[in-house]
Structures are given as C-alpha cells and as structure tokens.
C-alpha cells in the first residue's frame, strides 16, 4: 500500500487546462473508488524486480446504448513512474492483456471500452500513444467540460430557464450512481499541488440537468453548502445550448477532459447525442 500511495504522490493532473494541477490520493484501503463504479473490477500493477512502477484499473459496467444493454469496460487510473515514462511500458502492457484476452475469461465479458484523459494546453495522454500501440485503437468520443461552481452560485440559477434537454440517444457511463450526490471523502482526495488543500467536491448526479431532475438542484447545492464543498458536474461539449445557459449566469471552465472509446461488439458510443458522466468516477 505504501508503494501505491508513493506513485500517487509522483503523478500530477492539470486543472484549468494546465493553470493548476492535482494530486490524488485512493486512502488507505485504496481499492473502494473503484469497486463502487461497477459490477467487477480488477487492478493491474508493473513492477520491475520487486519495485512498483505503474498501475491501471479496469471497471466493468452494464451500460445502456440506444435502448439496448451493453457491457462497458472502463479503463482508469493509469499510473507510471516518472522514471520509467516514455519508454513504451504502456505499449506492452496492452500487447501482454490483448494476448491473453482470447484465453482468459477474466479479461473478457465487456462489448466496448473506454477512458478518460484530462486536457493540458488542450491535449491528453493519449499524445503519447506512439508506433503499433493498440491504445490507438480507442478513439475520441467525446469533450466532456468539468466545473467546479459554488453551491451559492447554483442554488441562485432560475431552473425554470433550463434549455430543454432531449435524453434521447444520450449515454449515461456513470449507471451505479443513483445518489443525487456522491461523496468521494477517502476514498479519493484531490489534493491542490500548490498548497496541499484537499478540495471538497460534492459530484452532481449524471443526470441532474435533464428537465424531469433538474428540480433537484436547488437541494443538492443546499447539502454542498452545509458541507462547505464545491458542486462538481460535467456538460458534453456537443450540450451547447446547456454550456451557454451556464455561462450566462456566470458559469465557465477551462478544465476539460476527453473520453475515447473503442467498440468492437457495440454501436460507438460517439454516435451518441451527448455523454453524461460523473465527475466523481472521472
């Protein structure tokens, strides 16, 4: 444990395109982020000799497209040292699971998969998938725009204002978060690598500014208060209409991050109208 927390330390993630960074930190049972996205999950850890160099996560989620079921594999939390970058570590440890994929049932069971990577300067890591790489199987599905607003700031939006959001042909890849909101204290701080304060997110359900949930907002900004938090939420970039209406009452970011996916037993899930995700899961 004290190896994973030590390669946390080590990787820093961009807020605000780059203006600021993070840190993350899993506590100290390290796994229960993970497991409370899906309905299986397993970890994979490098090491060369006895010293931990990186770690991945995989979620499996059963996850609806175009009002059909599929099963979702979401790949997270890829970790390398800094030592051992750019030396095609990635690129082998894809090749090592797709050559076991055929003859290990454990590694199947999922239609498409996907991940997330926070933007810098506008890009992600996926600027890093060089040569034969089957990372570049996945491709970009979506832009998702990631803000952190003042619950004061929301509980004061006219919700009767709300532009009216059709839900149809719009993938919610969050489908185990029913609360209105999800808590993530311990279980994985962000952690500002300026100053060492642990930010206080209060993450929005997925799907809380479709019309039939919006009435909720009012409630959920309430508890952040109470709790001194920040309300957290993601908006599609393709939502534009969603994007203006906030931006009009003073709501922006910068900090974005793009999912890519790659689907080989299911429709792709870029055809979609907009993707909804929670920020808690990102």
């Not at 060492?196 to 209060?202: A, Y």
């Not at 939420?233 to 970011?253: E, H, V, Y």
């Amino acid at each position: 444990m004290r190896e994973l927390q030590s390669l946390e330390q080590d990787i820093e993630y961009p807020l605000e395109d780059g203006k600021g960074n993070f840190i993350i930190r899993h506590g100290k049972e390290y796994s229960p982020f993970f497991t409370q996205q899906g309905n299986k999950t397993r970890f994979v850890v490098m090491k060369i000799n006895s010293q931990l160099i990186g770690t991945a996560a995989g979620m499996w989620k059963k996850i609806s497209l175009f009002d059909k079921n599929y099963n979702g594999l979401y790949i997270a939390d890829l970790k390398i040292r800094s030592g051992h970058r750019k030396k095609g570590i990635l690129k082998i440890l894809l090749w090592h699971l797709l050559s076991r994929w055929a003859f290990t049932a454990d590694y199947r069971g999922w239609d498409f998969c996907y991940f997330c990577t926070m933007l810098k300067n506008g890009e992600g890591v996926d600027k890093s998938f060089k040569g034969f790489n089957p990372a570049k199987l996945a491709t970009p599905s979506a832009l998702i725009n990631i803000y952190m607003v003042e619950p004061t700031i929301l509980s004061a939006l006219d919700i009767k204002s709300l532009p009216k959001i059709d839900p149809e042909k719009s993938v919610n890849l969050s489908p185990m978060r029913n609360e209105l909101i999800l808590w993530n204290d311990g279980k994985k701080d962000i952690i500002s690598s300026e100053n060492q304060s642990i930010f206080r997110f209060g993450h929005l359900h997925p799907e809380i500014f479709f019309n039939e949930n919006s009435s909720n907002l009012k409630e959920a900004a309430s508890i952040i208060k109470m709790k001194k938090g920040l309300a957290c939420f993601a908006i599609d970039d393709r939502q534009g209409d969603i994007i203006s209406w906030l931006k009009s009452n003073g709501i922006t970011t910068k900090t974005k991050c793009k999912i890519f996916s790659f689907s080989p037993f299911a429709p792709s899930i870029k055809h979609s109208r907009n993707i909804n995700i929670s920020t808690g899961e990102i």
